[in-house]
Every structure is written in structure tokens, then in C-alpha cells.
């Protein structure tokens, strides 16, 4: 079980927007603005798509946003496109002997 | 534009050590921005950071409790690399291993390939 929660899978259609949470706890996503999300291919590395909560690397789409409510962040990703299509991870650091935990991941089909 | 290239064998016999290396080229290993990583995914245990190595004036390591009994992540500035070394493996160590660089406060923007290692007799 992985230390924070991410739901198994969304879907969505070409050009529509969707979300994908990621929960944690006050020692972990609540309580810093450590967060990155993750986008990965079959048998490819992950590629990180938001750090910082909300920093968008150079090169990556203005389409992907990233934002945090209380032990909730969030990956929106508006206009959708078929490549957009992978599995998602969030990180987040956390203040336990961890150091630095993932969200289990979620699959995103573009219909 | 930085790159990581891993190596090291996909094959380790329970109980033996697990040995990787991370070659790195358009960046340093003695970066006093970068952390240098070790990160491993699984079906069984998802994506899971492993340890860590950076310097800031003197080399410095962090490694997840999970595993910190067993491993060593240690920096090659003369060939400009770090490696990761695994004791006592067992099956459930079975997993790719990917090395990463960390120019952030825990967002990893540069990726090794991958290597499968596989703990079997």
C-alpha cells in the first residue's frame, strides 16, 4: 500500500480536462510544497511533469497544472491529447524516517 | 542537456549484493545544486526512492529507512558516476532500478534507462 493515494484510473476524451488527486497526510503533502508529479510510458522512466506543487518544468506543456488543498494535490490536464495517454505518480517529500514517498499511480486513458 | 547512463547486471543470486553505476555526462556528480538518486519500481511496491547522494562542501547521503541496513550510494568525481550497491538481496528486491538527478527539493528531471534486476537462483 503505497503512502499516498492516487485513484487506479481516469479517462477522459480528446481536448476535455481532467483531475488526478493525490492524498496524503499533514506530515507529508499537507505540510510542505514538495510535491511532483510523474508521467510514464510502458517501459519507459518517468518523465516529471509539475515540481514544487506547482512548477512546471522547461519543455513541458502549459497544458499540465498543478495545485494543493490542505493534504490534497492535484494534476489537471486540460485539452487532452491522445499521447497524454501513461500512467501518473505523485511524490511527495515527508517528514517521517521515509523521506520521500509516491502515490501508487493512476492510469489515464484518453478515449 | 544532461544524461544518465546505467550499467551493471540484471541477474544477483539471493543473498549476493546488487551493484549499479550511473554514469553521468553534462553535469558533475560534485554539483553543489544536484542530488544524485536511486530509485526502484516494482508491480508489488510501486515506485520506492532508495537513497541519495549530493555535495555541499562534503558528500552527504540519505537513505530510505526501508532499506538503509543494506545499502551505500557512493560518488566517483574521477569518473564522474555514482553507484549503488544492495546487500543481502532477495526476490522481493526483484525490480528496475532507475538512477535520477534531483536539481529541485525532490523533483527528479534527468533519468537512467532502467535496468531490470532479477534476484533468482
Known amino acids: 500500500q503505497s503512502a499516498l493515494t492516487q485513484p487506479a484510473s481516469v479517462s477522459g476524451s480528446p481536448g476535455q480536462s481532467i483531475t488526478i488527486s493525490c492524498t496524503g497526510t499533514?506530515?507529508?503533502?499537507?505540510?510542505?510544497?514538495?510535491v511532483s508529479w510523474y508521467q510514464q510510458h510502458p517501459g519507459k522512466a518517468p518523465k516529471l511533469m509539475i515540481s514544487?506543487?506547482?512548477n512546471r518544468p522547461s519543455g513541458v506543456s502549459n497544458r499540465f497544472s498543478g495545485s494543493k488543498s490542505g493534504d490534497t494535490a492535484s494534476l489537471t490536464i486540460s485539452g487532452l491529447q491522445a499521447e497524454d495517454e501513461g500512467d501518473y505518480y505523485c511524490?511527495?517529500?515527508?517528514?517521517?524516517?521515509?523521506?520521500?514517498?509516491f502515490g501508487g499511480g493512476t492510469k489515464l486513458t484518453v478515449l | 542537456q544532461v544524461q544518465l547512463q546505467q550499467s551493471g547486471p540484471g541477474l544477483v543470486k539471493p543473498s549476493q549484493t546488487l551493484s549499479l553505476t550511473c554514469a553521468i555526462s553534462?553535469?558533475?556528480?560534485?554539483?553543489?545544486?544536484?542530488?544524485w538518486n536511486w530509485i526502484r519500481q516494482s508491480p508489488s511496491r510501486g515506485l520506492e526512492w532508495l537513497g541519495r547522494t549530493y555535495y555541499r562542501s562534503k558528500w552527504y547521503n540519505d537513505y530510505a529507512v526501508s532499506v538503509k541496513s543494506r545499502i551505500t550510494i557512493n560518488p566517483d568525481t574521477s569518473k564522474n558516476q555514482f553507484s549503488l550497491q544492495l546487500n543481502s538481496v532477495t526476490p522481493d528486491d526483484t525490480a528496475v532500478y532507475y538512477c535520477?538527478?534531483?536539481?529541485?527539493?525532490?523533483?527528479?528531471?534527468?533519468w537512467g534507462q532502467g535496468t531490470l534486476v532479477t534476484v533468482s537462483s
Open positions: 535520477a538527478r534531483d536539481p529541485y527539493v525532490w523533483g527528479f528531471d534527468s
Open positions: 514544487d506543487v506547482s
Open positions: 499533514s506530515s507529508d503533502v499537507g505540510g510542505y510544497n514538495y
Open positions: 511524490s511527495s517529500y515527508t517528514s517521517s524516517s521515509t523521506l520521500l514517498v
Open positions: 553534462g553535469d558533475s556528480v560534485s554539483s553543489k545544486r544536484d542530488a
